[in-house]
Protein backbone atom coordinates (compact mmCIF):
# COMPACT_ATOMS: atom_id res chain seq x y z
CA UNK A 1 0.00 0.00 0.00
CA UNK A 2 1.48 3.79 -1.05
CA UNK A 3 -0.07 6.55 0.92
CA UNK A 4 0.36 9.77 -0.68
CA UNK A 5 -0.20 13.29 0.71
CA UNK A 6 -0.33 16.43 -1.05
CA UNK A 7 0.99 20.02 0.43
CA UNK A 8 1.42 23.61 -0.61
CA UNK A 9 -2.46 24.37 -1.72
CA UNK A 10 -3.56 27.88 -0.59
CA UNK A 11 -5.44 30.69 -1.75
CA UNK A 12 -3.44 33.19 -3.82
CA UNK A 13 -4.85 36.05 -6.36
CA UNK A 14 -4.51 36.07 -10.56
CA UNK A 15 -0.84 35.69 -11.73
CA UNK A 16 0.56 34.40 -8.63
CA UNK A 17 2.45 31.32 -7.84
CA UNK A 18 2.07 28.18 -6.20
CA UNK A 19 4.20 24.62 -5.89
CA UNK A 20 2.42 21.38 -4.59
CA UNK A 21 4.28 18.75 -3.06
CA UNK A 22 2.90 15.19 -3.04
CA UNK A 23 5.37 12.77 -0.94
CA UNK A 24 4.74 9.08 -0.25
CA UNK A 25 5.11 6.88 2.52
CA UNK A 26 7.33 3.87 0.48
CA UNK A 27 10.72 4.25 -0.13
CA UNK A 28 10.04 2.61 -3.81
CA UNK A 29 8.00 5.67 -4.96
CA UNK A 30 11.01 6.37 -7.44
CA UNK A 31 9.28 3.44 -9.11
CA UNK A 32 5.99 4.87 -9.73
CA UNK A 33 4.58 6.66 -12.48
CA UNK A 34 2.64 9.90 -10.91
CA UNK A 35 -0.54 11.94 -12.02
CA UNK A 36 -1.75 15.21 -10.70
CA UNK A 37 -5.43 15.95 -11.19
CA UNK A 38 -8.13 18.82 -10.09
CA UNK A 39 -11.48 18.70 -9.32
CA UNK A 40 -14.13 21.13 -8.87
CA UNK A 41 -17.63 20.38 -7.18
CA UNK A 42 -20.09 18.87 -9.76
CA UNK A 43 -17.31 18.03 -12.38
CA UNK A 44 -14.85 15.08 -12.99
CA UNK A 45 -11.27 14.82 -12.13
CA UNK A 46 -9.48 15.87 -14.80
CA UNK A 47 -6.06 15.39 -15.82
CA UNK A 48 -3.43 18.28 -15.04
CA UNK A 49 0.29 16.73 -15.37
CA UNK A 50 2.07 13.39 -15.44
CA UNK A 51 5.83 12.33 -15.18
CA UNK A 52 6.79 8.81 -15.63
CA UNK A 53 8.89 7.28 -12.64
CA UNK A 54 12.22 8.20 -14.64
CA UNK A 55 11.16 11.60 -14.65
CA UNK A 56 11.81 11.28 -19.14
CA UNK A 57 8.17 12.01 -19.76
CA UNK A 58 6.34 14.43 -19.06
CA UNK A 59 2.69 15.13 -19.97
CA UNK A 60 0.46 18.51 -19.50
CA UNK A 61 -3.54 19.17 -20.10
CA UNK A 62 -3.51 22.01 -22.90
CA UNK A 63 -4.90 24.51 -20.49
CA UNK A 64 -1.89 24.33 -18.12
CA UNK A 65 0.91 23.94 -20.53
CA UNK A 66 3.65 26.69 -20.70
CA UNK A 67 2.44 27.44 -16.89
CA UNK A 68 2.66 24.32 -14.90
CA UNK A 69 5.59 22.24 -14.58
CA UNK A 70 6.14 18.68 -13.07
CA UNK A 71 9.11 17.73 -11.04
CA UNK A 72 10.32 14.66 -9.19
CA UNK A 73 13.32 13.90 -6.53
CA UNK A 74 13.29 10.56 -5.97
CA UNK A 75 15.82 10.51 -3.96
CA UNK A 76 13.37 12.25 -1.28
CA UNK A 77 10.06 10.49 -2.41
CA UNK A 78 8.39 13.47 -3.44
CA UNK A 79 6.68 14.77 -6.85
CA UNK A 80 6.23 18.41 -8.11
CA UNK A 81 3.75 20.90 -9.43
CA UNK A 82 5.22 24.11 -9.86
CA UNK A 83 2.13 26.50 -10.78
CA UNK A 84 3.26 29.46 -12.44
CA UNK A 85 0.48 32.62 -13.65
CA UNK A 86 -2.54 30.65 -11.83
CA UNK A 87 -5.75 32.10 -12.66
CA UNK A 88 -9.55 31.82 -11.10
CA UNK A 89 -10.45 28.64 -12.76
CA UNK A 90 -7.60 26.95 -11.87
CA UNK A 91 -9.24 26.75 -8.49
CA UNK A 92 -9.78 22.94 -7.33
CA UNK A 93 -8.66 20.58 -4.96
CA UNK A 94 -5.53 19.01 -6.61
CA UNK A 95 -4.90 15.29 -5.99
CA UNK A 96 -1.63 13.47 -7.09
CA UNK A 97 -2.18 10.08 -7.80
CA UNK A 98 0.68 7.02 -8.49
CA UNK A 99 1.22 3.75 -9.92
CA UNK A 100 3.44 1.17 -10.89
CA UNK A 101 3.86 0.71 -14.86
CA UNK A 102 3.48 -2.45 -16.22
CA UNK A 103 6.61 -3.45 -17.27
CA UNK A 104 8.54 -0.89 -15.17
CA UNK A 105 8.76 1.67 -18.55
CA UNK A 106 10.39 4.57 -17.70
CA UNK A 107 8.56 6.50 -20.32
CA UNK A 108 4.88 5.23 -19.35
CA UNK A 109 3.00 8.38 -17.97
CA UNK A 110 -1.17 7.99 -17.25
CA UNK A 111 -3.35 10.39 -18.57
CA UNK A 112 -6.70 9.24 -16.76
CA UNK A 113 -7.79 8.88 -13.28
CA UNK A 114 -8.47 5.05 -13.78
CA UNK A 115 -5.00 4.09 -14.29
CA UNK A 116 -3.67 5.00 -11.18
CA UNK A 117 -3.98 2.81 -8.02
CA UNK A 118 -3.35 5.35 -5.16
CA UNK A 119 -4.35 8.98 -4.42
CA UNK A 120 -3.78 11.42 -2.07
CA UNK A 121 -6.46 13.07 0.16
CA UNK A 122 -5.87 16.52 -2.00
CA UNK A 123 -5.04 20.43 -1.04
CA UNK A 124 -7.42 23.17 -1.95
CA UNK A 125 -6.07 25.97 -4.46
CA UNK A 126 -8.10 28.70 -4.60
CA UNK A 127 -6.91 31.81 -6.96
CA UNK A 128 -9.22 34.67 -6.85
CA UNK A 129 -9.52 37.73 -9.56
Known amino acids: QVQLAESGGGSVQTGDSLRLSCTASRDTFSNYAVGWFRQIPGKEREFVAGISWSGDTKNYADPVKERFAVSRDNDKGAVYLQMNVLKPEDTAVYYC??????????????????????WGQGTQVTVSS
Open 97 to 118: AATRPGGGSRWWTGLTPRVYDY
